[in-house]
DNA sequence: GACTGTCTCAAACATCTGTTTTATACATGT
DNA sequence: ACATGTATAAAACAGATGTTTGAGACAGTC
């Protein structure tokens, strides 16, 4: 019996915070038992194989990044699309780089620049109403219909930019130390909004890069 | 003797592709060996190890990176920085996508995004002199000192965008086809140069997105 | 008290993967 | 002709890794 699950709540755990360190490939099964400290066979005997255990932490993920996209909606609901741009970006920062949320955050980012067999869940239920919003946003930013081409880049912009924070990252043999103090997060966010803001203006004058040379 | 190293030059060539397509660690030894139409052990012959031979791969990526740095210096010399920004942006960009030059600035962007034990000469020769490029142009461009932290967030927002645009991205399952035509590929130059200068400008006038409610 | 289903464990298994070994062929220099 | 250095090939090796097996422990059920 064993209600509880207790082995496959570690084992959930444990999944959680390897996988969102370091993806689902360089992780290993073994490891994952060690730190859950159970046994060799738990995760086939729980999950079925390593990937059952892998789709049920990022179903979790999803979750978490529904949940942000619908806080930013929320936030920035009766506002100017600008002020819902940065309400979003700094909300979505706050979730990836917070040592509290990092974890399942971290894991989308991965899943995304690094798919699994999982990827399809991922993009359907959470990166796709995710854009749908960006899009009704950044529509109105741009003042031209959502499906617009200009639509989906800049969102790539946007989304692309808080990689640069992340751990490993290379800005840190740099010289630019990021440890994710809650003044170095809102600095980020603050950085990222000003940014994007003013990328997403450039491109709704048109202005910014004329063909080749300097027109202005 | 075989002064050609035949078959050593088959195994770089499958190698920059192989590597370049799926980095370092997803691709195998056989892989390489059976695409080079090579013996399992011609790798560990010819480069020492698996890493040996990347190494040699890498190394003609961070060349090719160095002269893309090179290309774009040259091409903005005596201009006004936001014209060379944006002609760094389209020769990077074109770089990274075009079929033909591609494999080996991917195997860049993966070895920073996932490094091996090789990252080192990778940052100290090809990433330390471009960004001290771009540190110099956006610090004209911000009206601040290069070592300003505003210089590196900026290039940190600028670097990351092309990621968008590369296979496998969630981009394509959403409905952006991007196939890498020549159009399509300055179609992408130019955006992310408009978004960019844009950006960089909204920063540099603190503009963009006060803390968090909208003075503008 | 025997039975059943749930759970855990140690061990074994199968496969993949980087590497090494051993043998052989070939060209070159003496 | 012989020795030497270079290159290739088939096979074996060693370690890691996901998975399976078979036995046993434990709790609840008839």
Redesign the pocket.
């Known amino acids: ?3 509880d ?4 709540t570690r084992l959930l755990a444990a999944g959680e915070r390897l996988f969102g360190e370091r993806g689902f ?1 360089k ?5 994952i038992c060690r730190a859950a ?10 999950f ?4 059952g255990l892998y789709r049920e932490v990022l179903q979790r993920a999803i979750d978490a990044m529904r949940a942000t996209t619908k806080a930013a909606r929320e936030a920035g609901k009766g506002r100017p699309p600008e002020e819902q741009l940065r309400r979003f970006v700094r909300i979505f920062l706050r979730a990836v780089l917070s040592p509290e949320s990092q974890a399942l955050h971290r894991l989308i980012m991965r899943e995304m620049s690094d798919p699994t067999p999982a990827l399809d869940a991922l993009v359907e239920q959470a990166v796709r109403p995710r854009v749908e919003y960006l899009s009704g946003v950044l529509a109105q930013m741009l003042g031209c219909p959502p499906d617009d081409e200009r639509v989906l880049r800049c969102i790539g912009s946007i989304q692309t930019q808080p990689s640069s924070y992340m751990p490993n990252s290379i800005a840190e043999r740099l010289g630019y130390r990021f440890k994710g103090t809650p003044a170095q997060i809102e600095e980020a966010a603050d950085h990222i909004a000003r940014f994007s803001v003013g990328g997403v203006r450039a491109v709704a004058h048109g202005k910014g890069a004329p063909p080749v040379s300097g027109r202005r």
Request: hydrophobic letters at 35%.
């Open positions: 019996m064993n209600a699950h207790e082995t496959r490939r992780v290993t099964v073994r490891e400290r159970a046994n060799v066979a738990a995760v086939n005997y729980h079925g194989d390593k990937l």
